[in-house]
């Protein structure tokens, strides 16, 4: 399972599963909207 961010200032990345803490803490430092990959 695959995660995906953006912001309105063009930041994105993506994370993995098993960084998901990491990705919830980037996301909401960045002021982004998180994302589930779907078919990945």
Do not use: C, P, Q, R
Request: aromatic share 18%.
């Amino acid at each position: 399972m695959e995660f995906y961010y953006e912001n309105s200032m063009g930041d994105h990345g993506t994370f993995s599963e098993n960084n998901l803490v990491k990705a919830i803490y980037t996301e909401w430092n960045v002021e982004a909207d998180l994302y589930l990959k779907d078919g990945i």
